[in-house]
């Protein structure tokens, strides 16, 4: 702030502070330094490669020449979305959704996800799933006939809902029985998020819902009915607020557990309330040093109910989408470093695909939901390998990589991060870890979490490393 005072008075003022504030950074840099050497001293990692200082994002936002360049701006963004509905068959409009479907269309729906597998099944407990226990789930899904055909729903997700692959909550392994990997589990939606709901099972625990890139099964209580006139207000709102940290919470509000402490994760999108709307007091709290957002929720009956809800100005938020920039993706990736991979949003998380989609989606673009929906569909700008491709030719591909392209192998995505000493590095939600250790003896880990690795020394097996598959870069601009 600017005061006119006496330029004698100003200037002792300002040179005293300027001062006794160069002296307070140097005392905090030195502390920071020698807190950082110690603890450097008493790091260590089986993740080959890394250094303590690449798990900072500001290790890799000081690498970048043109950090704050937009790359796409928001009418380039609209036109993006708009032509991935239109030809990407994994993306879609919900509220586009036919309001009638026959029972053929129908059957077509449900056996496009509920499909019996292959291959084995396997509950927790050991024992092999039968043609019975998949009887029972058949025999929820079914429908009576309609000559009339069925009608669509429409609605809003109202919590975090997870996707099913069978209206059930039973986790099914596969032959490894890892029991991270519910092979049921689909993935997830958001508050927020605009569902049509094609059917219902017949217990009435579970609907059929249409996301906006993903079709499943999901539980009843996850969403609230609107009229589709109500849900494209909701979700088209100019002034709205997004979710850009990993998760944040809507304040407490005793006896209303609708709106009190409502987890809300990157990228979800909420209609602000007018000003007018706004009381003095509201839940018996000044509202004004939150954020006041319309939050849908669910009556009794089913039916959606927005409600004003409060959200800390202190969190992770943004009014309006952020800035598509290089600088931007590092935050975003890096506000997930250390959570636990969830395999098709579970575990309260979310695995590869995820990770990217809510990295990208807090800059409101969309993208299919599962890597080789993305990695195989052409959208941005595809550099594609076959089984031809040379090594060299992967490589220079590579350096030419921008930061905040995306790394495509099969069943996995990463997120470019940039070079460090001529070694390509990626942020990405990972399971697994395996490399060539210093005796060229084949080293397996763990990492089950959003981690920071080199590229080039990441393999599958003895035989294939991660840039052997590699089959796709994209660079989404």
């Not at 009556?299 to 100005?313: F, M, P, V």
């Not at 943004?318 to 579970?346: P, S």
């Amino acid at each position: 702030m600017k005061r006119f005072l006496s330029i004698g008075l100003a200037m002792l003022c300002t040179l005293g502070s300027a001062t006794h504030s160069t002296y307070a950074q140097q005392g905090t840099i030195k502390a920071q330094q020698e807190k950082a050497t110690v603890y450097q001293e008493n790091w260590g990692t089986d993740v080959m490669n890394v250094t303590q200082a690449q798990l900072d994002p500001q290790h890799w936002l000081a690498k970048l020449t043109t950090p704050n360049q937009v790359i796409m701006s928001k009418a380039q963004i609209s036109a993006h979305n708009k032509a991935l509905i239109e030809h990407n068959r994994f993306v879609s409009d919900p509220l586009a959704s036919p309001t009638v479907l026959t029972d053929k269309q129908l059957t077509s729906k449900i056996n496009s996800i509920s499909k019996v597998p292959k291959s084995a099944r396997f509950f927790v407990d050991g024992r092999q799933l039968t043609a019975k226990d998949y009887g029972v789930y058949q025999d929820n899904m079914s429908f009576d006939s309609a000559p009339k055909g069925h009608k669509v729903e429409f609605g809003l997700i109202v919590q975090r809902a997870a996707m099913r692959t069978f209206p059930t909550d039973d986790r099914v392994l596969n032959s490894a029985m890892d029991a991270d990997l519910d092979r049921f589990q689909e993935s997830a939606l958001f508050p927020g998020d605009a569902v049509a709901v094609l059917t219902y099972s017949k217990d009435k625990k579970w609907a059929l819902v249409q996301g906006f890139n993903y079709l499943a099964w999901t539980r009843v209580e996850n969403f609230a009915l609107g009229s589709k006139q109500q849900v494209a207000e909701f979700t088209n709102q100019d002034d709205f607020l997004v979710v850009t940290g990993a998760k944040v919470f809507t304040q407490y509000v005793p006896d209303m557990p609708a709106i009190s402490q409502q987890q809300l994760d990157m990228s979800v999108r909420l209609p602000l309330v007018a000003k007018e709307q706004v009381p003095t007091a509201l839940y018996a709290q000044n509202p004004y040093s939150n954020f006041v957002v319309w939050l849908p929720t669910r009556t009794e009956l089913g039916q959606l109910k927005l409600q004003k809800a409060l959200i800390g100005r202190s969190q992770d938020l943004h009014l309006g989408y952020m800035a598509y920039t290089k600088a931007n993706v590092i935050r975003q990736g890096f506000k997930f470093l250390g959570e636990r991979y969830g395999w098709g949003h579970d575990y309260n998380g979310r695995d590869c695909t995820g990770f990217v989609g809510e990295i990208y989606r807090s800059f409101g673009i969309l993208m299919p939901r599962n890597s080789g929906d993305q990695g195989g569909t052409d959208f941005g700008i595809d550099t594609r390998f076959d089984k031809q491709s040379k090594m060299d030719e992967k490589r220079k591909a590579i350096e030419a990589m921008e930061v905040g392209d995306l790394l495509y192998i099969p069943g996995h995505v990463m997120l470019y991060l940039g070079d460090e000493n001529g070694q390509p590095f990626v942020i990405h939600d990972v399971k697994g870890l395996a490399y060539f250790d210093e005796n060229k003896k084949l080293y397996k880990g763990t990492l089950n979490g959003v981690s920071v690795t080199p590229l080039m020394p990441l393999r599958l097996s003895e035989k294939n490393s991660y840039v052997d598959r590699l089959y796709n870069l994209k660079s989404i601009r």
